[in-house]
């Protein structure tokens, strides 16, 4: 069967894929109808639904009644996430009081700044905008998320909070969740856990084929150098990647605990394949 697939213009999301859209994982079961969106683009898509199968943000699965989540693909930090980045040197009590730019309202990475600081002042915007407008003062601080959580610096930003720290020790070690993939619950189990093993093997062969898959995986580099967004790939594609296991499914459990704690995201049912 021809399914809609959906995955971000990003370098981890790209090489996770890599197997699969460059036809060296196959399947006798689907065929890719392959789209890329902006992860906040892909959250709203996935409200309405429309993709049969999506990369979206953990915190957006709390409006996501129509999907399942699939147990590989997956971006998890480990003891690493999300930044906020300034010009300038902030406390935590001035930071509640400027105005931050975030990468959207449905993101993960909004999610936890809510959770580590409380209520704040935020401008959504791309998130490749962002470290532009901290640079340049238009907001007094960024959330930060994908290559830029490591390439602040040259952009001429200073990194003022760790997000993925604070999670390292505020839940003994669990890994920060980021980033899923979910299928339409309505195409039922089996064809749920058929795809996730087909993407499972596609995570696989593109770890097994690094350098192949970073050459693929370049065409989302968005001009960053090779060595950064290799560096990138790896820490985002890591074993709760191809299965996120207990931890995984342990993180996504705990985010929404914290969450539904201070009525951040409604009551829902969770499913994971």
Request: with cysteine; hydrophobic share 40%.
């Given at each position: ?8 213009p990003?370098?981890?999301d790209?090489?996770m894929?890599y197997g ?12 890719i ?5 902006d ?10 639904p ?10 957006a699965?709390?409006?996501l009644p ?8 997956g971006?998890?930090?480990i003891g ?18 400027s ?14 700044l809510?959770?580590?600081?409380g ?11 962002i ?6 003062g ?33 839940t ?18 089996a064809?749920i ?13 593109g ?10 995986a ?14 990138f790939?790896?820490?985002?594609v ?7 296991g207990t ?10 605990e ?12 969770l499913k994971?394949?």
């Amino acid at each position: 069967m021809e399914i809609s697939v959906g995955h971000t213009p990003d370098s981890d999301d790209a090489f996770m894929f890599y197997g699969m859209l460059s036809g060296k994982i196959r399947s006798n079961d689907f065929t890719i109808k392959h789209v890329i969106g902006d992860i906040e683009e892909l959250n709203q898509k996935a409200v309405n639904p429309e993709l049969d199968v999506t990369a979206v943000s953990v915190h957006a699965c709390a409006y996501l009644p129509e999907y399942t989540i699939l147990r590989s693909g997956g971006s998890f930090g480990i003891g690493y996430g999300p930044i906020v980045t300034s010009n300038k040197d902030m406390s935590i009590d001035e930071l509640k009081n400027s105005l931050i730019a975030i990468p959207g309202k449905m993101t993960s990475a909004f999610l936890l700044l809510q959770l580590m600081i409380g209520k704040f002042n935020y401008l959504p915007m791309n998130f490749s905008d962002i470290p532009a407008a901290v640079k340049s003062g238009k907001v007094d601080a960024g959330l930060v998320i994908h290559e830029t959580q490591i390439s602040y610096m040259q952009e001429g930003n200073i990194k003022i909070l760790d997000i993925g720290e604070w999670w390292d020790k505020t839940t003994n070690g669990l890994p920060v969740p980021l980033g899923i993939n979910v299928m339409k619950t309505s195409f039922g189990e089996a064809s749920i856990k058929k795809f996730d093993r087909f993407l499972q093997d596609s995570i696989e062969y593109g770890l097994e084929h690094t350098t192949d898959a970073i050459d693929y995986a370049m065409q989302y580099g968005r001009n960053k150098p090779r060595d950064l967004i290799e560096k990138f790939v790896k820490m985002y594609v890591n074993n709760v990647t191809v299965n996120m296991g207990t931890e995984g499914e342990d993180s996504i459990k705990k985010v929404f605990e914290m969450a539904k704690q201070k009525n951040l995201t409604p009551e829902f049912d969770l499913k994971i394949v």
